[in-house]
């Protein structure tokens, strides 16, 4: 979380709590609810590392409250997170493992293992389905979030299901 | 033992089809059982070529069996004509398809309002029909356009008004997003769910996991046989498993 974090900075200085909803209101449901003391061991540790700057703000009845700026250091990263290309996606590598490894081991079938998968998909699937249909239809972020999670499930769908024609032929 | 749910809507019994062409013979259907109950919304999924679409059209009346016997509401139809079917077709099962299957010479009106005046509706009755489809599906002021002059999606919805009119107790949907965009989809998807909470009874064939997902049971098929049937849960999504891991973003 800590180049998202950085980035909602680069708009102007605000605090932890401000941040959280920043990233709420872009998100949506769709995204977990930030947990709120994770947001401000992040800012701590980006402090520590100089890519931000915080100065507390005194509040007339509560604590201080400490509002973060974004450093040079902390626009050069920023820049260089957006610059470069991200890793593609990782095959489900635990499931392919278990199914290379099923027949010598004699305790679990191929096809069951693809049938069992499919269905933890489908039911992931079926969520994103009814949490598209309960966001804000406006916030075309969330929604594209969700699509691409939908997407990526259906590329895994797709491939079980080759794997599942390349392994019946076999039987 | 007595069994007080009411009858399945559809239920079949070892269906077999092949498909006599050029080359080995196609076993598309190879022994199928199945059974669905009113107000269901069943998905059958699989790989092109692994014989839905066939065993759609066995279930539609569109083909017939070489094997095995159908019932609908309880009724067998071995003995159905092929008049029989048409007539079933018009008022029990509605049917949408991938290509939508408008008549190109009619208005969109005329094509939702067709199967209504086959039935023996009032051209009152029909007319009323269709207005409030159309105004469902967000087709008001569509009704003097052709099919020609729509988008796939909305061709789509037409097609749907159609199949829907005569208020059939059964929806079949043969890919009915197969030539859609994603926006297309997720569009039918939000419709056939739509009247699928109105109590529509729907089985839909689809190589598409996002329109399967839209069912609370899905089929998966598999070179002429069910290789799966599950019903999806869809309830909350466990905390940090599952459809969170999917969202989140990366510490």
């Known amino acids: 979380m800590r180049l998202p974090l950085l980035a909602l900075l680069a708009r102007g200085p605000a605090h932890g709590y401000e941040l959280k909803q920043d990233l709420e209101q872009l998100l949506g449901s769709a995204y977990p609810q930030p947990n709120v003391g994770q947001i401000y ?8 590392s100089g890519l931000i700057e915080g100065e507390d703000v005194a509040q007339s009845s509560r604590p201080n409250k400490k509002v973060y700026h974004l450093t040079d250091a902390g626009r050069e990263a920023l820049r260089a997170w957006f610059e470069e290309p991200e890793d593609e996606p990782r095959v489900r590598d635990e499931f392919f493992m278990k199914l290379a490894l099923a027949p010598q081991s ?4 191929q096809i069951s293992l693809i049938n069992q998968q499919r269905r933890q998909y489908l039911n992931t699937m079926r969520q994103l389905s009814k949490l598209a ?39 | 033992m007595s069994d007080d749910r009411p009858a399945p809507v559809l239920r079949a019994e070892g269906l077999v089809k092949t498909h006599h062409g050029e080359g080995a013979p196609a076993h598309a259907v190879r022994g199928v059982d199945l059974s669905v109950r009113p107000g269901e919304f069943v998905a059958i999924t699989g790989p092109s070529g692994a014989g839905k679409s066939t065993l759609l059209h066995l279930l539609g009346g569109l083909q017939r069996p070489d094997a095995g016997r159908i019932w609908l509401d309880g009724e ?6 092929e008049a029989r079917w048409a007539v079933k077709r018009r008022k029990r099962i509605g049917i949408v398809f991938q290509f939508f299957n408008l008549v190109s010479n ?35 002021g569509k009704e003097r356009s052709m099919p020609g002059e729509l988008s796939g999606g909305e061709q789509q919805r037409v097609a749907l008004a159609r199949a829907l009119v005569n208020h059939p107790p059964l929806l079949l949907a043969d890919e009915p997003a197969g030539s859609l965009d994603s926006k ?20 839909l064939v689809t190589h598409d996991a996002r329109l399967a997902s839209a069912a609370d049971r899905v089929i998966s098929f598999f070179d002429g046989r069910i290789a799966d049937d599950a019903e999806l849960d869809g309830g909350t999504p466990p905390r940090r498993a599952g459809i969170s891991g999917v969202l989140e973003l990366r510490d």
């Open chain 2, 184 to 203: 297309g989809t997720r569009e039918v998807m939000r419709l056939l769910t739509r009247f699928h909470q109105r109590g529509q009874t729907i089985l």
């Open chain 1, 41 to 48: 061991v992040t800012l701590g540790r980006l402090e520590k």
């Open chain 1, 106 to 109: 004699g305790l679990a079938d």
């Open chain 2, 106 to 140: 009619l208005s969109v009106a005329d094509n939702v309002e067709l199967p209504a005046l086959l039935a023996g509706t009032s051209p009152k009755r029909a007319r009323a029909e269709r207005e409030q489809l159309l105004a469902e599906l967000g087709l008001t």
């Open chain 1, 133 to 171: 249909a309960a966001e804000d239809r406006d916030n075309r972020i969330a929604h594209l979030l969700i699509e691409g999670a939908m997407l990526h499930l259906q590329a895994d769908l797709d491939w079980l299901e080759r794997c599942q024609e390349e392994l019946e032929e076999l039987e």
């Open chain 2, 76 to 81: 067998s139809t071995d003995t159905y004509s």
